[in-house]
């Protein structure tokens, strides 16, 4: 299985849309070299393993306390 997707094979795959990533980014529950990269061409990739295991509990929630 591949570890890496482009973001809209991502967006296919779960049924999430580009917002909603872009989200995640932005709030800091996605980590850029963990959940995300964004390789030499300005192309999003998403880390399938790494969001499995935070959709899984195993990643920051939130950065709220």
């Known amino acids: 299985m591949l570890q890496w997707v482009r973001l809209s094979k991502y967006c296919e795959l779960s049924g999430e ?16 070299g963990r959940e995300y990269r964004v390789a030499g061409d300005g192309c999003l990739w998403i880390n399938l393993d790494a969001v499995n295991h ?5 990643g920051l929630r939130s950065k709220r306390r």
């Not at 935070?54 to 195993?58: C, E, R, T, V």
């Open 17 to 32: 849309t580009r917002n909603t990533v872009n989200h995640k980014k932005k709030a800091g529950l996605w980590l850029e």
């Open 54 to 58: 935070w959709a899984g509990g195993g």
